[in-house]
């Protein structure tokens, strides 16, 4: 089902949460809605859902226009971040609420339940109540009900908000593999750009009510349109004027940028004089925290093991840098 937004805007007082938004989510897409905190992305969810009321604008799902229709009816399945479940009922009776309304023969139910609880890693949790779970598993619990349903679209307002970080990894892989099942409509809101990179196949960022760009994670992460998208996307450092990311930052002992003073490399144009304050092993990779020796302006460039390894930096090192890519929107600005 596609969601498509027109002209929306919302304002509380004098304060545009939403300025002019218009955004096509396409059927079958997990979209998120990307942006820093207070930039308008609960908002737009919420008037997807119908939960908040625009001031003008349209909201249509499947080509049907929504907007003046009730929460209720607009088939949609909602999951917020501090998901509010009913503490009486057990996980079983939580997940089956919306079958057992839609009056659904009981076997059939118990089966969907069943189902449900499996995908989502809660099964013989069935008998518990919400206030026996953990916040991720109440997450998950929020997220079988939510689709048990089978709602035309998914609405999730930052469900991994409040997970601990290898709760969220997990549940991000899974939230993917799930959608690739059910192919339902997904959009998801958060302001954690690993997060929308990771699970999503299109991103909407947000910045003041105002959408700044829209596209795959890849469009996003290497042809930003502006510096607000590159910088929100991920690591900036700024060489020589120009925004570029640590992973496309060389490293060399010689300004010719050379590994070592053995290596033959052809000298390049652009080159800076750069000191070393830390060297961070990330596994894989390594993060050099670095500082333009003319500017003392501070960046980090991210290299390989390998390369770390040839270089043998330590703090202190006086070492070489050039970029081996620079995004289009180098700006002139800067
Ligand atoms: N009921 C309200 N009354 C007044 N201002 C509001 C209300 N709801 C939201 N706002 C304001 O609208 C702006 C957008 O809020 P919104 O919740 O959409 O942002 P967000 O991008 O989801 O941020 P966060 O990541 O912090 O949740 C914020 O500045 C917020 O303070």
Redesign the pocket.
Do not use: C, I
């Given at each position: 089902m596609t969601i498509s937004v027109s002209g929306a805007n919302?304002r509380?007082?004098d304060?545009a949460?939403?300025d002019d938004v218009s955004l096509e989510i396409p059927s079958g897409s997990l979209t998120a809605?990307l942006?820093?905190?207070?930039?308008?992305?609960?908002?737009?969810?919420?008037s997807i859902a119908g939960l908040?009321r625009l001031d003008s604008g349209t909201v249509y799902i499947n080509g049907d226009d929504v907007t003046r229709v009730s929460p209720q009816n607009r088939d949609i399945g909602f999951v917020f971040?501090h998901y509010a479940a009913f503490k009486h009922m057990t996980v079983r009776e939580n997940v089956a609420f919306g079958l057992k309304i839609r009056k659904r023969p009981k076997a059939e139910v118990a089966k969907k339940v069943d189902e449900l609880l499996e995908v989502v890693g809660l099964a013989g949790f069935q008998t518990r109540y919400p206030a026996q779970l953990s916040g991720g598993q109440r997450q998950r619990m929020a997220l079988a009900r939510a689709l048990a349903v089978d709602p035309k679209v998914l609405l999730l307002?930052?469900p991994f908000g409040a997970l601990d970080a290898k709760v969220r990894e997990d549940l991000r892989k899974w939230l993917r593999r799930l959608h690739d099942e059910v192919h339902v409509t997904t959009v998801l809101?958060?302001?954690d750009q690993q997060e929308a990179l990771d699970v999503a196949d299109r991103i909407a960022v947000?910045n003041k009510?105002r959408i700044e760009q829209v596209g795959s994670p890849d469009d996003l992460y290497d042809r930003p349109q502006n510096e607000f998208v590159m910088s929100f996307l991920g690591s900036v450092a700024k060489l020589n004027g120009s925004l570029v990311r640590p992973h496309d930052i060389r490293v060399g002992r010689t300004p010719d940028l050379a590994l070592s003073s053995a290596d033959q490399a052809s000298a390049e144009t652009g080159v800076l004089k750069a000191r070393v304050h830390r060297v961070v092993h990330l596994g894989f990779e390594v993060r050099v925290e670095l500082s333009n020796a003319a500017t003392g302006d501070e960046f980090h460039a991210q290299i390989t093991r390998g390369d770390a390894e040839a270089l043998a930096l330590s703090e202190g090192d006086e070492v070489y840098v050039r970029a081996t890519r620079v995004p289009a929107i180098a700006s002139a600005d800067l």
């Open positions: 919302k509380y007082g304060f949460a939403l809605l942006g820093p905190s207070g930039s308008g992305k609960s908002t737009l969810l919420r908040d971040q307002d930052e809101v958060t302001h947000l009510g």
